[in-house]
């Protein structure tokens, strides 16, 4: 089993290709993320130019059709969610860091970990391809509610039941399976492959964050993966599992989508506050405040996950007196998220802090997604709901949620753990230019939007002209704000990739443990061999053992004797 | 608030009264997070003076209490707000008023079909008035309405009553609503319906009471000399452009007088577009479907002759 006792593959093909390494895995999957992160971000650049400019011909794409803004908005947030936050934080994380903070030498099944990319691989280039199939790509919505997404009414047949939808449901579910195989390597690596000493109390918060996001997806995932089929069933071989004309029920769907749909947020925002705690501890070189309490608090908020998704369906049609129960869980689910923001300020409080471009990423995250929090609670209120539902309010909420989920903490992780992984440091000055660009400009785009929402301006409007009380001239300027807001964003972006490429060749070599920091990842070489580490480490204390009284240096590296 | 659109629902105070009060008691509690944390980060930024950080780890209760007060806080304006919340929303979607108007709402692609009740009172009579697009209430009136989808959702979104439902084909779903100012409102579709969800546009229209008498005697809509008044406030620009277009259905541009390849009754066969066509078209749009677009997928028009004469002036325009 044990790695060190291979030898490194040498084939470009065993390398690179087939892989079982989890920090070749974890780069796939963090390079498969970022380029469809691209994609995700030109189908925003059309549909916020058509918004802004209605009808006008759009640079580099032409005239936007209704059809294809429907695909544009069904397929951004198809890809953000499902093949930018899943693929990058969690696969491509948990593949990087598991395995060396637990102190193994790779993933428990690497053929399985192969596997796992590979599948997805297949499932993304099936979602790409389904842009170029007659028809075009899939355009119901990526909440994907029948009927309209099952082709099941009348006079459907001809415009909307397309191989796109049917390619839609076949790489969401692919995609699924890839995650599965992926997720159960990740618990057995970290159940059974953790160091001698390394107590579950011992662990990263990073690694239980993964692990617990892992376990919510494998909760949520079964009733959307049958969802799923039956929906796929409907479209293609005539059942009627949402066909009210034959019995079935759209509301199915919903509860089916939103059951997993509502876990699904803290899938993409457990593997961010992982990321926060170690950033936040080794740059304020101060333990991580109440470690425990994070935890309890986080399995609270996990647990309660469960069991408010219908504040998604306030008001779909579901029994009136259901909401009661929805709303008060809802407005409850602040609860660890209060805590966790709080352990962060007190972590700060009394630190000896460097801003370096992680931790700032790592501080943007907490000041931003508290605009997400707070924002939430309006829609929590099943009452304002009633109004503020299908408006642009939401989507400026739940942009503050998963942007700062999403961006910012990928962002910190990537400048993060880059030294491990490329052996390099990357280039400051360009990671806070981008930061700062990036973080002024996202507030540019969806400050804006709260308001237009709260103005009225309903949501998934190809062409706001045709309402002449959401055309007046406050809510045009605040449209061409957030469209000019999100060009600058955009052009901010190649300074990343810019840092990235150029740091590769050109930035300082990384010594083992650029940050002096404690986790056994940085115990290793930068970039740690295939195997990882050469003897199995001994750990002797938590990961948060900075400024320790009476020792001369301000750290206190886990697997160290003394 | 002053955000919101103008209210003219009796329970939209209450609705933007609990804004005001997330917004006062989120702002507040946002406002001292971020300068704590603001405080924090700029107060302790590594300088020359400060060696090293103080070593807290935060687990006992004496440190964490700086974590549990203001947890404390959050649980009781939680449950404040819940508490707010639940009355409000019970007055909304709970207890439905007794009717002193009953209508039926029907959202299709892509528009909205009012049922009133007529002159009897009664809906499900001989003198219901049915309309597209326009509905006619008068003011200071319990309204209950039962919400239904023919195809697809569709979601009744009126932002000056403050009010959302979904409509979902296979059930009707029952709400209501009081109107306290005379005026024209806009009906949205909230949910995504499909490639013409853009036009689905309808009007409320509040009448006071004497007029709204007046309507029912005489129950006329539209009206209009303006045919793209009529076409948009039937929903037919969703789905046919004027300019040439193809959206869902053909384009009205040079539409007099062509000779088309229909499909009746799946036999081909051409047709010359006159008045008699134009008609048919609009009252029985399943008789004949145009070659290469899609069947059945065009509602039945409700619009009078004096409307449809309207249109054919102005298509005869449009060449």
Redesign the interface.
Known sequence: MSHAMHAAPTSFLRKYVFATDHKVIGMQYLITGILMALVGGFLSYLFRMQLAFPGESIPGFGKLAASQYNIAITMHGTIMVFWVAMPILLAAFGNFLIPLMVGADDMAFPTLNMMSYQVFFISTVILLVSFFVPGGAFAAGWTAYPPLSAGTYAGSKDFLSNMGGHLWIIAIALEFIAFLMGGINFLVTSFNMRAPGLSWFRLPVVVWMLDLAVLLFMFSIGPLLAGAIMLLFDRTVGTGFYDPAQGGDPILFQHLFWFFGHPEVYVMLLPTLGFLCEILATFARKPIFGYKYILYFTFGAALLSFIVWAHHQFVSGINPRMANFFSLTTLLISVPFTVIVFASIATLWRGNIQFSVPMLWAVGFVAEFMIGGVTGVYLGSSAFDIYAHDTYFVIAHFHYALIPTVVFGGFAAIHFWYPKFMGRMPNETLGKWHFWITAIAFNGIFLPLFFTGLMGEHRRIFDYSAWPSLMTDEMKLYRKFATTSLLVLLAAQPLFFINMIYSYFKGAWAVNNPYKANSLEWSVPSPPPHGNFTEVPTVYRGAYEFSVPGREADYWPQDAKS | ?N???ENIATYGT??DG??AL?SWL??T??VL??A???Y??FR???SEK??????????SWG??K??FI??IL??LL??F??I???A??KQ???DLPTADMNVRIVGQ?FNWQFTHPGKDGKLGTEDDVKTTNELHVPVDTNVVFELGA????H?F?V?AL?????A????F?HGWFNATKPGKY?I????????????M?GMLIVHNKEEFQKWVENPVTGGSTDPMEIL?GNGC?SCHSVDG?R??GPSYKGIWGRSETVITDGAERQVVVDEAYIKKSIREPKADTVKG??????PAGTLSDADIDVLIKYFKTLK
């Open positions: 608030m955000f919101l659109p209450q609705i609990l804004a997330i989120g702002l509690s946002f997070a971020e704590a944390l603001v924090a980060a302790y930024r590594r400060r060696k090293r950080a103080a070593y807290i780890k935060g687990e440190q964490a700086w974590i203001p947890l959050v649980v939680d449950i707000i819940d707010k919340t639940t409000v929303w909304v979607k709970i692609q023919k195809d697809v959702l979601s979104f932002p403050r009010l959302t439902q979904d979902v084909p296979g059930r779903i806009e949205a579709c909230g949910q995504i319906c499909g490639t013409g969800h853009t036009g546009r948009k620009t277009t959206v869902v677009y899609p069947a059945g997928v065009m």
